[in-house]
């Protein structure tokens, strides 16, 4: 049955009678969805915006040829959008905590439009690069608000989130980078018009799922009063600069694998392998990413250091199919995709694992920081060591370029292992029980485990924050668990 309101909570309450009044009548002209049919429309909108983030990635070869650019100009069309993602993460993907996550999701599904707009009737340079970094800054007010809304409406108010929130949440995100590039290669190649008809498919799909999400069920409402406005800073763990500098060597490291593939796969397959399909292009892409999902969802009670562990040897092994594809004669496109699944399932490991670690680390009042800095450091991979792959072909061969990337990235990773492979010494238990809830939300970008089963039941609504804790908006775990001990001390007291 259509919900008549949202849920309401008293710190969140609108504040005069108009105001109440054109609610009302909003809620009775647009009745809103249910919370499970909310729930999907999320994850829905979520896959979408994904989407675009990854689907230019098997037209770029197209580009290339209608546009006359060079490789290393659609290197950094490719790489730019990672700057508007840490962008958005700063400054907007903190933001739903305070205003609620429809008023913050709505607009960063309108910018990813926005950007489908820009690659349909802006068919230049400048327009790309636009396009592009218009796509990060959608995609990163997406990342945290979209898992934060998901599981919002996941279960019944009053419950802890589920494990189930967390798999939709990764699937969406995941499945999205996975999709975009494979639909947009099959529709190029067997429907007219290559570089129009994938955009209207994403822009209707984006359109509907911007609608739907409009008539969902907020999941967080406004508090009053709000905080002051503050970009969200990046922090290190003070006490733990060790672990997280291997945890976030990690993830760049993983990123940037996950890059090449989404960057450069399209390059490779036309020059090397003489294969320019965008559909080819596509699956390469969509077995990377594939994978990762499949990996995601299927260690979901798997330990950091297990998870590492089994990721180094795909991630590797990955690498040098990767680089042996190159090196045959003639070059070979099954090892090509095979490699592309093999080290994506690597990049899933290590990603989900290195976050994990990271949250352990850090402490609960900083963790948003922490996390900030960390997917600052996976976007990094993301961008600079592709750019630096394209740079290195205009003067390299292929074979070596890929063999001298191979090496730095298996060196990198296994400098970082002793660490990240260490069982934890001394897990803070009490920090990840009052915090499982933000674990859900940095699985959109790698997926981390979320306490497996330990958690204590709240009473209160699960929800899901990048922020500190505040004096007056949230109890941090310290005095969470504390409370228990001063009312028996009351109590104690009261006797005496």
């Known amino acids: 049955m259509p919900e008549t309101s949202d849920h309401q909570q008293p710190h969140a309450t609108v504040h ?96 990813g439009v926005l950007a489908t707009v820009v690659f349909l009737v802006w068919r230049s340079l400048a327009g790309l690069l636009v396009a592009r970094v218009l796509t990060g800054l959608a995609l990163g007010a997406a990342l ?30 995941i499945g999205g980078l996975a999709l975009g590039p494979l639909i947009a290669g099959l529709v190029a190649r067997y429907v007219g018009d290559p570089l129009t008809t994938p955009f209207v498919v994403l822009l209707v799909a984006l359109v509907a799922g911007t609608a739907l999400v409009a008539l969902s069920p907020e999941g967080h409402p406004a508090i009053q009063p709000r905080p002051k406005y503050h970009p969200q800073r990046l922090a290190a763990p003070p006490n733990a600069r060790r672990q997280f500098a291997a945890a976030a060597t990690g993830v760049l490291t993983a990123f940037s694998v996950g890059g090449l593939f989404a960057g450069l796969a399209g390059t490779y397959l036309a020059r090397s392998l003489h294969h320019p399909s965008p559909a080819l292009t596509g699956l390469a892409i969509f077995l990377t ?14 330990p950091a250091h297990r998870l590492v562990a089994a990721g180094i040897a795909p991630l590797i092994c990955g690498l040098a199919l990767l680089v042996v594809s190159a090196w045959t004669s003639p070059p070979s496109l099954a090892l090509f995709l095979t490699s592309a699944f093999v080290a994506g399932a690597g990049v899933g490991a290590i990603t989900r694992g290195s976050l994990t670690v990271a949250i352990s680390a850090s402490d609960p009042d900083a963790r948003a920081g922490t996390l900030v800095a960390f997917f600052t450091a996976g976007y990094i991979g993301v961008s600079l060591p592709v750019v630096g792959l394209g740079l290195a072909l205009q003067d390299l061969s292929p074979r070596v370029t890929l063999l001298l990337f191979g090496l730095i990235v298996g060196l990198v990773i296994l400098a970082a292992a002793p660490v990240l492979v260490r069982p934890a010494d001394r897990a803070p238990r009490q920090a990840e029980s009052s915090h499982a809830a933000l674990a859900n939300v940095c699985r959109c970008l790698g997926a981390v485990d979320d306490a497996d089963g330990d958690l204590p039941r709240s009473r209160q609504p699960a929800r899901i924050s990048l922020l500190p804790a505040r004096p007056g908006f949230r109890m941090n775990s310290a005095q969470a668990g504390s409370s228990h001990d001063k009312k028996a001390a009351n109590e104690r007291g009261s006797h005496a």
């Open 289 to 302: 990413f594939g994978a990762g999902v499949l990996v995601q969802t299927t260690t979901t009670h798997w």
């Open 16 to 111: 005069g009678g108009r105001g109440a009044l054109h609610r009302g009548m909003a809620a009775a002209v647009w009745p809103r969805l249910s919370r499970r049919a909310g729930f999907w429309v999320v994850a829905f909108a979520f896959l979408a915006v994904s989407a675009l983030s990854t689907a230019p990635s098997s037209l770029y070869g197209l580009y290339e040829h209608r546009l006359h650019l060079a490789s290393i100009t659609l290197t950094i069309v490719y790489a730019v959008y990672a700057l508007g993602i840490v962008t958005s993460l700063v400054l907007v993907g903190h933001l739903s905590d305070w205003y609620g996550r429809r008023p913050v999701l709505l607009p960063a599904l309108g910018t």
């Open 144 to 173: 945290a608000t979209a898992t934060a809304f998901i599981t919002d409406l996941d279960g019944v108010p009053g419950e802890a989130d589920t494990r189930r929130a967390g798999i939709v949440a990764t699937s969406a995100n």
